[in-house]
């Protein structure tokens, strides 16, 4: 298996706006009649109480239809574990050559199986098959073959040109980009400069595990990032996609060992029962998901809930990079059982 090296993620807090003091007020001749009843008026207004900041919680139950949008099932993957299922929505626009990959090694089975080999505290539980080549221990011809109509090699997929890209952008500065946002949903970075968009290394990223070579990952080795976000690994692996709902069941797990989290025994594996497309399940068992568009007045009103939360909160506003639009479910029950 490939080991993805240990970073430190950085976050920088956008400064508070300062004020310059108000010039003190000239001395006012006696009203006329009708500036006084103005005066009264404004007054009164003024002692009006101010409509309090909605919740994130009643901008999302008040959020109309208008402002979600459906999940293509063709980029949703159902990954089904004992404890759960985990649905990850895959990334094209960033990423097509791996997402084509990730659907054919879905379709053909080939994660069925397989196993969480590795869970490391504050960084990612990665995913795949153990007897897969390894240029560390020089373990070869021993893993599961790919099926028809997956490759076993792929260009890396770091970047994309960032003229087109339609990138929601946030008014927040951060440390690992000029420019942050978001993109079909996903935490993206981008730099006018060299002309590069990206997506980002947040809770809940999910990316390619690849080895020394920048071309080395095919997607049949993923990872989620369960801790707070390795920006470091931004521009050095393939993400892939998000996870949109089901995090628990990755973010919870016995941790592995001293070797970055990979599991020192066979048993401590947790095996993965299935991996399918939405597209490829029956229809009364698909999953009809949802996600918050990062095209609306909901999202930046969201956003900005988020920033200056109130209560016993700090109202500096905090760095927003990371910040992923919700998901919900279009039908009930949901998930759907497999």
Known sequence: ??????????????????????????????????????????????KKPAQPPRSSADILATAP???WRDVDPDNLLVMALPQGQVFIELAPRFAPAHVDNIRALARGGYYDGLAIVRVQDNFVTQWGDPNADDEDTG???????????????????????????????????EGWAPRAGQVDGFPAAADPKTGQAWLAHCYGTVGAGRGNAKDSSTGAELYAVIGHAPR?????????????????????????????????????????ERVSLASALP???RPALQVLRTDTPTWTELLNA??????????????????APPCRCASSPCPRPM
């Open 1 to 46: 298996m490939k080991a993805l090296p240990l970073m430190a993620a950085l976050a920088l807090c956008a400064p508070l706006p300062s004020h310059a003091a108000e010039p003190a007020a000239k001395a006012a001749k006696p009203a006329a009649a009708s500036t006084a009843t103005s005066t009264a008026a404004s007054t009164a207004a003024a």
């Open 65 to 67: 239809a208008s402002v």
């Open 139 to 173: 373990l070869k011809g021993k893993g599961k073959p790919f099926p028809a109509g997956a490759k076993s090699h792929l260009p890396a997929e770091f970047s994309i040109p960032l003229k087109g890209v339609p990138m929601t952008l946030l008014p927040d500065v």
């Open 232 to 272: 470091g690994l931004d521009l050095n692996i393939t993400v892939v996609g998000r996870v949109l709902k089901g995090m628990e069941f990755l973010s919870a797990l016995p941790r592995g060992g001293a070797a970055m989290g990979f599991y020192d025994k066979p048993e401590q594996r947790l095996g993965i």
């Open 283 to 285: 229809a009364e068992q």
């Open 306 to 323: 988020r920033r200056n939360r109130g209560g016993w909160s700090s109202t500096v506003p905090a760095t927003r990079t990371c910040a």
